[in-house]
């Protein structure tokens, strides 16, 4: 186990497998030291955690550990990319997506939670640029889609 997943075991996380895509795309892609993930969903074991709209059906607090799920799953496709997390020199980049009822406004802090575990995973690494989007919807009527772009050794 490397550094970032010890990390991640010391708060009692594990990288998961990679989640199979649910259309025609790839859940990761590497160009040159750059990583760039297709959104994920908070999948845990095989379905996702919550459905619905964070301020609605979905708690700001569940939302916020979906976040979380989200980037780990994230970590996970970049995992198939390179095998060893601790080849990523800095996250750069974090895209979240959160589907919100009608006048929801606290988007940032339900985004927090991927930024956090990415924190925690990376150190001063881990620190990135955001983008915390209010939508409709999302894939399966999931609450939350995180995205990362990395870059990494070599």
């Avoid at 074991?45 to 550990?65: F, N």
């Avoid at 970590?75 to 095998?83: E, F, H, T």
């Avoid at 997506?97 to 990376?122: D, K, M, R």
């Amino acid at each position: 186990m490397g550094q970032v997943e010890g990390r991640l075991a010391a708060v009692g996380l594990s990288v998961p497998q990679v989640v199979p895509p649910l259309a025609a795309y790839v859940p990761a892609v590497r160009k040159g030291s750059w990583i760039f993930t297709s959104g994920q969903l908070p999948m845990r074991d095989g379905s996702l955690m919550r459905t619905g709209l964070v301020g609605a059906e979905v708690r700001i607090e569940d939302a916020t550990e979906c976040a979380a799920q989200a980037a780990l799953n994230a970590l996970g496709a970049i995992k198939s990319v390179i095998g060893n997390l601790d080849e990523v020199l800095r996250v750069v980049k974090v895209v979240g997506y959160v589907a919100t009822a009608p006048g929801f406004i606290e988007i940032p802090q339900v985004v927090n939670g991927a930024s956090a575990l990415l924190q925690t995973a990376f150190g001063e690494a881990g620190h990135h640029a955001r983008s915390a989007i209010g939508c409709a919807s999302l894939p399966l009527g999931a609450p939350v889609e995180i995205e990362l772009t990395v870059t990494v050794a070599g």
